[in-house]
Structures are given as C-alpha cells and as structure tokens.
C-alpha cells in the first residue's frame, strides 16, 4: 500500500529537481541533491509504513490485543503508546533519512554514471535491460555501504524507549562488537539489488515507452529532463 505512493513523490520529486538543478550543477551534484529530495518526500510515506510492518512483523500488539497492521495502525492513531500521533508513526524518521539520503546519494549517481556509459551497440533502446542492470548494480552497492545505517535505524524503531541514533550505535558497538553493524549485509544487498533491477527496470520501460508514445503523437515531454 505505502509503496505506490511513495515511488510516485520520490520520481515526481527527482525528475522535477533533476530539470531544476541541470544547469545550476555539476551532473553528479544534480543527482545528488535530487535523490535527496526525492527520498525525503518518499519517507513521508513509507516511515509510518515502516514502523507499522515492523510493529506487526515482531508480534506487537495493537488495538484489540491483536497484532496485525491494521490493529497496530490504530493504535498510534489513537496514541495509545502516549507519545504523541506524529512522533509514534514517524518513529525513526531521523534515522531513516540518516540512512536514505546516503543510501540514495551512492545509487542514483552511480545510477546515471551507469546509464550515460551503458554501450550503444544496437539501434534498438533496450531500456528495461539497461535500467534492470544499472539499478542492481548501483543498488546492491549503496545497500552494502548503508547497512550498519539500517541496523540503527531498525533498532530504534523497535526500541522501547526512545533513543538517539548514535548513543544507541555506541550501545552496539560497546556490547555486541562492531560487526553487529553489519548483521545482514548479505541478504540486504542481495533484495535490493533484486528491487533495483525490477524497480528501475521497469521505471526505464515505462518511461521511454511514454516518450516514445508522445514524440509519436507530437507530444512534450512533461519534464525537460525526460
């Protein structure tokens, strides 16, 4: 349900500021500062998401003695865990963009590098290829260069007590060893490079097939940097 919504204000937000920053930045700082944006408007969405699916994936019940995502929904609506509606669904807001910006500023210029340098050695535009290969590439990096990020970041949402993001990662580090840090670093990078090449995969086709379809129909793009 989250992800819909907020796929569509991450790429709204990304092209947008990539027509915006085009001429005023260098290309990778373009890309930077437009992923950047893209990933705070797309947590606006996924954070309450977030921290509903981890609620209810870990057995914490909500509304009715019942863990399930409806049930927990409720249940910070209602501010049953008495620290407010806001600072309950946004739990973790700071973290998770401590985690997304980085994460995002690796891929999305990686992305583009990957795609400007793709080799153009037929005439046809294998654009779901293209986009499938670049986007697993440039996700699986930045998902293993961001994993001790997550860590932290789900820690806290789990937390009991609230907790600020690098005493907990001191905690961490001092209790269960630095390597804690780094605890599924294999199967993060492995699903989302899968979630890049399908993501971006089909973010190519379907974009190219809509430029293709209005160039045919004498059409302008919406966005210059489309």
Known sequence: MASAPSASLFFITYDSMKAYTKDKFLPGQSHMISASCGETMACLVRVPAEVIKQRTQTGVLGVGGKSTSWSN???LIQNKSGEGVIRGLY???NTTI???IPFTMIQFPLYEWLKKNWPTTSAKNHSL???AICGSIAGGIAAALTTPLDVVK???MLHKERIGPFRLMQTIIKEEGAKTLLTGLGPRTMWISAGGAIFLGCYELVS???ISWKANNGLQPLSPSL
């Open 73 to 75: 929904f409720i249940y």
């Open 91 to 93: 739990r973790g807001w």
């Open 98 to 100: 401590m985690r997304e």
């Open 129 to 131: 290829l293209k986009g």
């Open 154 to 156: 789900t820690r806290i």
């Open 208 to 210: 190219s097939t809509l």
